[in-house]
């Protein structure tokens, strides 16, 4: 199981999220990950707090804990001679270089596509920008938040004005769109021998995610709105309040509407509600008389009369509760790493597992984020270190 990426070696020169996250994805995997940082305080995300932890000395951020597990990091002035030596070397013992800079900043330091493949012609490069790195407004600076609204997805979030996620959205997915094109290239350049670069930004994922919101408008030239938290194109499906707080029931068939109805006191064949069509155009009438028919449930009843009739529900947990609940906790999805200054953390852990194997990811062993140049001395031996 470790031998998935274990022959991959990945030069990462990301900073912030999308980047580091598509990284520590391809870590996740096995791949050796070497991440490059500048030596006067590297990765901009190991100042973005608080929370911090650890002494004041040596403290660390928990948002660069977050996404930089299974990494080496050494540090390097890209604009020094010495810098763009260092490099150079590990370019041409690479397979996988990872930028984030805004359009030409490599090829201003002298790391054009075209230097990087005749340094290393089987390099598989992953660019990820803001807007894209071509177009009329290719060379704006990224930002998640930024990319969300001018990408549409705070127009279809949230209740009465526009809502960002609660999750830096756009760099996750950016971050995950590109490892799976790194692994495309990487599966191709096995074929080819050469590698090739591969392209994403915040724009492209948020758009990529818009599914049916897409070709409501693509299609049906419909403008999609905010429904706040039920399904713009199914009801009942959403969030419901009962005696003592809310539940979250999801109605995705015929069959299951006509489970579900009588339990809230409703005729399957009533005329408003007869077809889902009918039911997202009477939704407010619908969310009504099921609150109504809830109003006298605790929600733990409620969601035990749900399960029995065989109708999807569930609770809105608290990220405290998600850590500690068992199923989480069976899936792998916490990982235990002995840091080198706050000892042994639990993160969370890689979202895939293989074979039935009882952790996550591929590594039975997972590395914990790294110091700042941690891994200088022994890189700099590696690369010193002649190829068989």
């Known amino acids: 199981m470790q031998n998935l990426l274990s022959d991959l070696v990945v030069v990462d020169l990301t900073r912030a999220l999308s980047g580091p996250h598509a990284a520590m994805m391809l870590g996740d995997l096995g791949a050796r990950v070497i991440k490059v940082e500048t030596p006067d305080g590297g990765d901009d995300s190991r100042g973005w707090g608080p929370p911090f932890a650890g002494p004041d000395d040596a403290r660390e951020s928990t948002y660069f804990l977050s996404a930089n597990r299974n990494k080496e990091s050494v540090t390097a002035d890209l604009k020094s001679a010495e810098g763009k030596d260092f490099l150079t070397r590990l370019i041409r013992k690479a397979d996988v270089l990872l930028e984030n800079f805004r359009p030409g900043v490599l090829d201003r330091l002298g790391f054009s596509v075209e230097a990087l493949h005749e340094l290393n012609p089987g390099l598989v490069i992953l660019s990820i920008t803001g807007f894209g790195h071509d177009g009329p407004e290719g060379g704006r600076a990224g930002y998640d938040q930024i990319a969300q609204g001018e990408g549409g997805l705070m127009s279809i979030t949230g209740e009465t004005e526009p809502t960002k996620t609660g999750v830096p959205i756009a760099d996750l997915l950016a971050g995950m769109y590109g490892a799976y094109g790194v692994l495309a290239a990487i599966h191709e350049r096995s074929i080819t021998g050469r590698g090739r670069v591969v392209r994403t930004s915040l724009l492209a994922s948020v758009v990529g995610v818009h599914a049916f919101h897409g070709t409501k408008w693509t299609v049906a030239g419909e403008v999609p709105g905010r429904v706040g938290n039920h399904h713009a194109q199914i009801a ?6 009962t005696k003592d707080g809310i539940v979250q029931v999801a109605v995705g068939s015929e069959g299951q509407w006509r489970l579900f109805a009588p339990m809230v006191g409703l005729d399957p064949a009533d005329e408003r509600f007869a077809t ?11 969310t009504a008389s099921i609150e109504n028919a809830f109003a006298g449930l605790p929600s733990d009843e409620c969601l035990v009369q749900l399960a029995a009739a065989g109708i999807p529900a569930g609770k809105v947990r608290d990220i405290a509760e998600v850590y500690e609940w068992e199923q989480t906790r069976s899936q792998g999805l916490l990982i235990d790493v002995d840091h080198p200054t706050l000892g042994r953390i639990q993160l ?26 941690e891994h200088n001395d022994s890189v700099a031996t590696w690369l010193a270190t002649p190829d068989d």
Do not use: C, S
């Open 348 to 373: 969370p852990g890689p979202p895939l597992r293989f074979d039935d194997q009882p952790f996550a990811g591929a590594r039975e062993t997972n590395l914990p984020p790294p110091r700042l140049g």
């Open 276 to 286: 889902n069509a009918l039911r997202v155009a009477h939704r407010d009438e619908l």
């Open 236 to 241: 009942p499906y959403g969030l419901y309040r």
